[in-house]
């Protein structure tokens, strides 16, 4: 069974972005970029089903800028076979990143398509879904196990109220939640081999698929600042200022 | 303009977020269904019909939506939304699993976590980790979108729309519900307590956020922790606030042990007070707290349970 990865290029998880000062967007001028958090746990997951002899083959997919390399190379020294990218400059909704790796799904094949439960720059939480009803597969999202026997994927999710099982027939399409595994990292070796393993690049015209978009950001702005950092010296001082400058407790 | 909310039920009772999304529901404008689905869900429904500003609300009860899994849930919806401009779910882990798959059958663009409505079209929602809010309209016939429950308050329950059975039914051969294993609690929701109390990795272990039930006791408080927290297993996941767990506006949070990493802030900034109590004067939660309170908080919440 081959799976596939979807790998995304975004701001490092430790960056504090700033909104520009013209309001039509966040800047990212010099910003630190990494791989999706959520998306190295779909690689790791991946890359666990080889070893545990479950996947023959891991590709790893991006679509994104021509930079969007630096994270297909991630993916290849943590034990992807090869990678696809498809290139574009252009920003890729959702529903568009969906369709392109449907197409991508068409031509591979994938018993499994693993993707990150939400990218931490867009917050969308979406492309998994949207894969899953285009190809007309069934989804387990927000993943926390994943157990494939026979021609099932059986699922934990992390849900709300606690933890939900399904079993999927396969083909399906999972998204990943964090405590599904903890990714390794890279090693020198792994990173040099890397640089050899094979990245297959194609346009989302190549594919027939048009990167239009039916939303316009109007804006962009800062949140509401908060006025904190006031420090009290005990639990009296603590309890007294609850009571009766805020008013929050009887 | 005519909009469909997807009610969220759990063994035939409504949950508290279907009135917050009707508020957003409201906020748009037009005529609202509600769309109750499930199985043995005629309680849910009966509550949804009294939720005010509703008109009709319509029962899909039948055995396949047992759970409400996404896949029969989504052809249910995108069968319905025809007869709609927008869709509409809370941004819990079931909106937020269901509605994307809708709105990719019906070609259109979803939005999540919306957390204000400028015109039907014209949405507010944040980005990176809520460090961002960005101002987005559709140009989609039907506009699909899951709502920030904390954002909206919730409408009454004085109305008395009617209830009407949709009896096509549709099939799931792609997906089975094995199991669940749901936290029980005697203590109000995550999302929509008063005030809630959260323990971070200074707790040290889960034994010692026994600690926090005296104090959540006596502020009739949900108890919420910090994604090192459960990922150390002291909790369980449904307890994790944050950017990708539960996100909480209550009038008082009290943050216990918690440095304040930003995907941590991201869940709780929006309360209206905020208690910080942790040992390292430099913590960052510090800048975002209306009070600090600089301690080794086994000192700390003893003494506070006992004055309060
Ligand atoms: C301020 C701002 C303004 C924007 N304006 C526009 C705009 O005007 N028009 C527009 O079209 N877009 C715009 N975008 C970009 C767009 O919103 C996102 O890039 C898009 O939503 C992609 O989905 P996601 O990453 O949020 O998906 P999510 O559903 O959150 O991602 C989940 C998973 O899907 C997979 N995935 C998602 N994207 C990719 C990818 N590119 N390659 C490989 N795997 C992927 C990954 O596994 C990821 O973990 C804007 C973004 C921002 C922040
Ligand atoms: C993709 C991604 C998503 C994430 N999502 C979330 C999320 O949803 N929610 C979330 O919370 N985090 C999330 N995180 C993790 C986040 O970055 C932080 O690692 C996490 O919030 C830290 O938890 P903490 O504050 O409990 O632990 P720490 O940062 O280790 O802080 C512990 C604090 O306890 C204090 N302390 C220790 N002992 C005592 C004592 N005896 N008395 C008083 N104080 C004491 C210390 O001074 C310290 O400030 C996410 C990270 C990533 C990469």
Do not use: W
């Amino acid at each position: 069974m081959k799976v596939l990865v979807a790998v995304k290029r975004v701001i490092d998880y430790n960056v504090k972005i700033r909104v520009k000062p013209d309001h039509s967007d966040v800047d990212l001028t010099n910003v630190k970029m990494a791989m999706n958090p959520f998306c190295e746990i779909a690689v790791e997951e991946a890359v666990r089903l080889k070893e545990k002899g479950v996947a023959s083959e891991v590709v790893a997919v991006t679509i994104g800028p021509k930079a969007a390399q630096e994270q297909l190379r991630t993916a290849l020294a943590l034990g992807a076979d090869r990678a696809i990218h498809v290139e574009t400059d252009d920003k890729v909704e959702s529903l568009t990143a969906a369709k392109l790796l449907k197409r991508v799904a068409d031509d591979e094949q994938p018993g499994l398509t693993i993707l990150g439960k939400q990218s931490i720059d867009t917050d969308n939480n979406q492309t998994g879904q949207m894969l899953a009803a285009l190809a007309g597969m069934g989804q387990g999202t927000f993943a926390s196990e994943v157990q494939v026997e026979d021609d099932e994927v059986q699922v934990t999710r992390e849900v709300d109220g606690g933890l939900q099982t399904v079993a999927l027939k396969l083909p399906a399409v999972i998204t990943t939640d964090l405590r599904l595994n903890e990714p390794r990292y890279a090693k020198l070796p792994d990173i040099m081999k890397a640089k050899k393993k094979s990245i297959d690049v194609k346009s989302p015209d190549d594919m027939g698929v048009a990167v239009a978009s039916s939303l316009s950001v109007l804006k962009v702005e800062s949140p509401a600042e908060r006025q904190g950092g006031t420090k009290v010296a005990s639990v009296d001082e603590l309890v007294d200022k609850l009571k009766n400058e805020a008013k929050v407790i009887a | 303009m005519s909009i469909l909310v997807i009610a969220e039920h759990h063994n035939g009772q409504l949950a508290d977020s279907t009135a917050h999304v009707v508020a957003a529901a409201q906020a748009i404008g037009g005529d609202i269904d509600i769309l109750v689905a499930g199985d043995n869900a005629a309680g849910a429904a009966e509550a949804a019909a009294k939720l005010s500003g509703v008109a009709k609300v319509r029962t899909a009860d039948d055995g396949v939506y047992a759970y409400q899994l996404a896949e029969p849930m989504a052809e249910l919806i995108a069968g319905l939304a025809g007869d709609y401009s927008h869709v509409l779910a809370a941004a819990s882990t079931h909106g937020k699993n269901v509605l994307p798959r809708v709105a990719a059958l019906k070609d259109v663009a979803a939005l999540s976590e919306v957390i204000g409505v400028e015109s039907p079209d014209t949405f507010q929602r944040p980005i990176y980790a809520g460090n961002a809010i960005a101002t987005v309209q559709s140009n989609d016939a039907l506009k699909v979108l899951t709502v920030r429950t904390t954002a909206f308050d919730a409408v009454d329950a004085t109305g008395s729309a009617g209830v009407e059975a949709i009896s096509a039914t549709v099939e799931n051969t792609l997906s089975r519900f094995i199991g669940e294993e749901l936290a029980s609690s005697d203590r109000p929701e995550l999302g929509s307590a008063r005030v809630v109390v959260s323990g971070g990795r200074g707790m040290g272990n889960g034994e010692n956020f026994t600690l926090l039930d005296g104090i959540a006791d006596k502020l009739g408080a949900a108890i919420g922790a910090s994604r090192a927290a459960v990922d150390a297993g002291f909790v369980p996941n449904d307890m994790q606030v944050g950017q990708t767990g539960k996100i909480v506006a209550p009038e008082l949070y009290i943050a216990v042990g918690i440095s304040g990493a930003i995907q941590h802030l991201a869940g709780m900034k929006d309360a209206k007070i905020i208690v910080a109590i942790n040992k390292d004067d430099e913590a960052p939660i510090f800048q975002v707290a209306d009070y600090g309170l600089v301690g080794d908080l086994f000192e700390v919440l003893p003494e506070l349970e006992s004055k309060l």
